[in-house]
């Protein structure tokens, strides 16, 4: 007999699948050419009603459904980052299919499903647990890239982030494979207790091939490749929401999989990552002229520098990961909310040229993305900075001086290439005559939650900070 | 009077963001823009007086001071006060402000709103640079004076501006890097941010392993401020910066921002490693000594004016430089002072420069001559800011140098003589200057029929007019508030440091003496 209070602690995966099915059941009510705005709405209501039955959760830390699920500080914190984003990209994306003209009411079906599977990554404790949520993630996530069905780049994207994230999945499980014939439970605090003290070369090839699978989703080097294609080709509100949520959630289960359970064996993995990730990511963003690229290779080497915090491995490298996590996700949905909202009707200006002038055509637009850009080089009073200053502090504290030049180099080079978005933003003439809608309402609400979210955790980041310095110490024990 | 008290630092530092905030929400039409920005400036510079006037004179250490908890993990306190020596910082900032909105009435003519909004955050950030005393604070501000200006160069400049605004961006932000991880090494060490704390914990030579990374810390300090004096080798962003700028941006550029270098070289590179300061200052004064002599002859071959004022802050920073390295009374008492009368000159000729540029749209010197004929009072003005900035008895300039020279005769006569012959090179090339563009026959027609300066730009240099004849008749004014604050900043010198001047001149003595008082 399950107890009740079980339900409870997977209250907000519950709330947000029955909202996915009800748009699912009401879908097929709207007519074939009619609007899918009350689709839009039913699931902004339902990522509301899961914020709330997250808020609810707190009272009810611990484990549930024979310790598969595990209700703490930790996954509360990543519930409230991916419901948020998912709520930022439905807001967006009201206007954007209008626009677009996608008329697939399964969208919002497929954001509310994603979402379920990226909170219950960071609420499990199960790894096979957490391998279904990865692919509740996951898929939904494939066929978001290629919801833009007449575009054939969109296509491209959603087969390659299939192929090859199907194939880093397949590492995933192999790794969880090898845990249980070596420890013999697939239980993250039960692996924890088996391997204190004792690890056999077999643990060692499992946490590598379970690096590997999730290195695929956080798109760190030299597991990246993809991320530059797809992002190009995927729908911008639905880069917005893969570039943040399954990169969040999955930081989440790699916190699960390399700290609660003691693994060992995997600093040199994570420190090259995170070096490659950083370098990579941060030369090959230099020479993009789209800006939906240019961002896809900022966010690999914005997983380098949470990978620096991986590195430095104690409680302060965690609550660093955590919090950059967060302040990584408020910035970045944000900047690709401005980017779906100026994209216009098939996604056609999407080069830097195209952002020529526009701090002149559409000033409030241009002021809110430089400020998101501003915050992704990391500069004060934006949550960039202080995600990037805890991040390399807690890097100093584990004397990884090395680690800690190589991004601090990196963080100046990327400031080149995001300083030349605002460059012709402001400072170069306009090319042609490209017409700017008024922000509508939905995308003004979403950018006001990422900028107020993004200037909070630059202004008064104590608050944020301390719950993840608790998180981390919940993940810990 | 208490509250205030308390509070007036962090009212001078906000209260032009808060305006800026307003701004932002105001409908677009300019002239009220241009009117509310002034008036924001206005208040500004009034809630600043309050601080000379309630200022304790002769009191070491900081005073106004605010110190709050701002974030629990990492320590880092809201922590702002003011000694002699950034309290007229503080005032010259919010003295050039109003002055920059005037001046910037006509000649910014597109995008206004953004221009002021620009303005007033970059004048929160630089007074926060001078108040902040946390280190991380400082740092807080100090990056965020970056941004503002780079836009208003690249937004508003003329010419090669985006190159300018790019060059200018990259070379203080790379370098202040070297500072942050120069502070994160202070924190990781001490568990504080605050510039009192870890001043003592240094003193008292509590800090595990620090004589091994002073120097390193020492370095990372001065680069990032060398790159902002500018120093000799990394000055090559300020001739662009300046001459891309609008007229507001020039002036606060070297009126304002360069100080913050030379002002954090004073408070942390000798506040907090005064034994690295002294073993690096043989390079680090013949660095400025170079600077002083090759800003003075580069300056003189320009063919833009602008330019040419541009180099002469590299010269003229150069003595400050080498005021603060030697270590003596009177040369650092000098340094500051040549900080507040570069202030005042330097914006002062670049507004000049501003208005000529306003009818002519050109900075070469060929396309003028002969200006006197037809702007009568321009050249007045001009010729009276020129000598103030050569260094006239009687006008500021001339107490700076003054003070500085002594002061380095006193630590090394080479020094001395070497930086002296700034003091001709700059009325070389000033006088040069001055002679093709106002002597002699118009010799472009098109400046036959230029109008003389109108009432709102005459009404924006007499200020400034007058600061520079006051600061150079009655320095005492201003160096009874700074000379207590150096000798304390120089009292942990005189342990260690073997140049030790005869410690009984007093600055008053010897300023009182030179103007024959």
């Known amino acids: 007999m399950i107890p009740a209070v079980d339900y409870i602690r997977i209250l907000p995966e519950l709330v947000l699948s029955v909202f996915g099915i009800i748009v699912m059941m009401i879908d097929p009510l709207i007519p074939a050419h009619g609007s899918k705005k009350p689709l839009g709405i039913i699931a902004i209501i339902g990522i509301l009603a899961g914020l709330a039955a997250t808020a609810f959760q707190t009272g009810f830390y611990g484990n549930a459904f024979y310790n598969t699920i595990r209700v703490d500080t930790f996954s509360v914190f990543f519930h409230v980052v991916v419901l948020l984003i998912a709520l930022v990209v439905s807001l967006t994306s009201l206007e954007y299919l209008e626009v677009q003209r ?12 994603g979402t379920v599977g990226m909170m219950l990554m960071s609420a499990a404790v199960e790894l096979v647990l957490i391998f279904i949520a990865l692919e509740i993630s996951s898929i939904s996530t494939y066929i978001l890239a290629g919801m833009r069905r007449r575009a054939a780049e969109s296509a491209e994207a959603s087969l390659k982030y299939f192929l090859l994230g199907s194939f880093a999945t397949a590492f995933f499980l192999y790794g969880v494979a090898l845990v249980f014939g070596a420890t013999g439970t697939t239980n993250v605090y039960g692996i924890a207790q088996y391997l204190q003290g004792q690890s056999s070369l077999v643990v060692y090839l499992a946490v590598g091939l379970m690096f590997v699978g999730l290195g695929f989703k956080v798109a760190s080097a030299p597991f990246h490749v993809w991320t530059p294609d797809v992002y190009e080709g995927s729908p911008a509100p639905v880069v917005a929401f893969m570039s943040t949520g399954p990169k969040a959630a999955a930081f989440a289960v790699l916190l699960r999989v390399l700290f609660a359970t003691g693994a060992p064996g995997w600093f040199w993995m994570v420190w090259v990552s995170a070096a490659l990730s950083m370098t990579l990511g941060n030369i090959g963003a230099l020479v993009q002229q789209n800006v939906k690229r240019l961002l896809a290779y900022s966010s690999i080497a914005h997983a380098g520098y949470l990978l620096v915090a991986f590195a430095a491995a ?12 967060a302040s990584y996700a408020a910035m970045n949905v944000g900047a690709f909310a401005v980017i779906s909202h100026f994209a216009s009707t098939g996604e056609k200006y999407v080069t830097l040229d195209d952002y020529a002038g526009l701090g002149r055509r559409s000033p409030l637009l241009a002021a809110i993305l430089t400020i998101f850009l501003l915050s992704l080089i990391g500069i004060p009073v934006t949550g960039g900075f202080f995600a990037k200053f805890y991040v390399f502090s807690a890097a100093l504290q584990s004397h990884l001086v090395g680690l800690t030049i190589i991004g601090v180099i990196n963080s100046a080079v990327a400031a080149y290439y995001y300083l030349r978005v605002i460059v012709y933003m402001y400072m170069r003439d306009e090319r042609g005559d490209i017409p700017v809608a008024r922000i509508p309402a939905g995308l003004g609400i979403g950018l006001a939650i990422s900028l107020i979210a993004t200037i909070y955790l630059g202004v008064l980041p104590g608050r944020v900070l301390d719950y993840a310095m608790q998180s981390a110490q919940d993940l810990m024990k | 009077m208490k509250f205030i008290n308390d509070n007036i630092l962090s009212i001078v530092v906000f209260l032009p963001l808060v305006g800026a905030i307003l701004l932002a929400f105001f409908p677009r039409r300019d002239r009220d823009i241009r009117y509310f920005a002034l008036a924001v400036s206005l208040l500004t510079l009034l809630a600043s007086l309050h601080l000379p006037w309630y200022f304790v004179r002769g009191q070491s250490g900081f005073q106004f001071e605010a110190d709050s908890q701002w974030i629990t993990h990492p320590n880092i306190h809201y922590h702002l006060g003011i000694d002699g020596i950034s309290l007229w910082l503080v005032v010259l900032t919010t003295f050039l402000m ?53 836009l208003i160069i690249g937004m508003y400049g003329h010419g090669r501006k985006i190159y300018a605004a790019v060059k200018f961006f990259l070379y203080t932000m790379i370098a202040s890097v070297f500072m942050l991880a120069a502070i994160i090494w202070l924190y990781a060490r001490t568990g504080s941010f605050d510039f009192v704390t870890i001043q003592s914990a240094i003193q008292s030579g509590q800090i595990a392993g620090f004589s091994q990374a002073a120097l390193w810390l020492f370095l990372g300090f001065f680069v990032a401020f060398a790159v902002k004096v500018p120093l000799f080798p990394v000055h090559t962003w300020l001739p662009d910066a300046h001459v891309e700028a609008p007229t507001a941006g020039s002036v606060l550029l070297a009126g304002v921002l360069l100080k913050m270098g030379t002002y954090g070289l004073l408070r942390f590179n000798l506040g907090l490693f005064p034994e690295e300061a002294r073993r690096n200052a043989p390079w680090i004064i013949a660095l400025a000594i170079i600077g002083i002599i090759y800003g003075s002859l580069v300056a003189m071959i320009q063919p833009n004016i602008k330019r040419l004022i541009a180099y002469t802050s590299v010269s003229h920073l150069g003595f400050v430089v080498l005021g603060i390295f030697s270590f003596t009374q009177l040369g650092v008492d000098g340094a500051v002072y040549q900080m507040l009368s570069h202030g005042v000159s330097t914006g002062a000729l670049f507004m000049l420069l501003g208005m000529i540029y306003d009818r002519r749209h050109t900075y070469e010197i060929t396309e003028y001559g002969g200006l006197a004929t037809p702007m009568p009072v321009f050249a007045t003005f001009f010729a009276f800011i020129m000598l103030s900035s050569v260094g006239l008895p009687l006008l500021n300039g001339f107490i700076g140098e003054f003070l500085v020279l002594s002061g380095a005769f006193q630590a090394k006569q080479l020094y001395g003589i070497l930086a002296a012959t700034g003091v001709i090179w700059s009325a070389c090339y000033l006088l040069w200057m001055y002679q093709r563009v106002f002597y002699g026959n118009v010799t472009v027609t098109a400046n036959n029929s230029l109008r003389d300066l109108d009432a709102r730009e005459r009404v924006s240099l007499w200020p400034l007019v007058i600061a520079a004849l006051v600061m150079g008749v009655a320095p005492t004014l201003w160096l009874n508030s700074i000379d207590p604050a150096v000798s304390a900043a120089l009292k942990q010198f005189s342990a260690i440091t073997q140049a030790a001047a005869p410690a009984t001149i007093h600055v008053t003595q010897v300023v009182s003496q030179v103007i024959g008082r």
């Open chain 2, 98 to 150: 109003p002055l920059c909105v005037l001046i910037s009435w006509k000649s910014i003519g597109d995008r206004v709103k953004e221009f002021f909004i620009l303005m007033l955050i970059l004048e929160t950030a630089m007074i926060g640079v001078f108040v902040a005393l946390d280190l991380f604070l400082f740092y807080f501000f100090w990056e965020a004076t970056l941004i503002p200006m780079a």
């Open chain 1, 314 to 325: 104690q409680q302060v490298g965690i609550s660093a990961a955590i919090f950059y996590a």
């Open chain 1, 102 to 113: 996608i008329r697939s009411g399964e969208y919002y079906a497929l954001v509310l499903f």
